[in-house]
């Protein structure tokens, strides 16, 4: 029943990594979609791409069985991290993960 959160900057490997933890049977969620996240304004007026609270709230509060997976890099992560059981952080050298973003 443990929950892991994979974060680290784009092109880091999120979603590979959680395809092939889900081909490998697990439940893994990659936050990255409107259902889980959504643009935010903030303060000064720029805008933000941030978790959905409730939807990431009740994604935790559901699993029940085997290890859930989750996957994002967000500003407001951080208020859920007590949840997670292990928090894993990917980088890559910057050379990758601007190649990886390009393609």
């Not at 439940?27 to 805008?47: I, K, Q």
Request: with cysteine; aromatic share 8%.
């Amino acid at each position: 029943m443990a929950k892991i959160l994979v974060t680290g900057m784009s092109g880091t490997g999120k979603s590979t990594a959680l395809e092939m933890l889900a081909a490998r049977g697990h439940c893994a969620v990659d936050t990255d979609s409107d259902r889980w996240s959504h643009w935010v304004m903030l303060p000064d007026g720029s805008t933000d791409w941030a978790w959905r609270e409730p939807a990431i709230d009740d994604l935790l509060a559901g699993h029940r069985e085997g290890a859930l997976f989750v996957a994002g890099c967000k500003t407001n992560q951080g208020r859920f991290y007590p949840r997670f059981d292990h928090i894993v952080l990917l980088s890559a050298p910057a050379k990758i993960m601007l190649a990886r973003i390009a393609t």
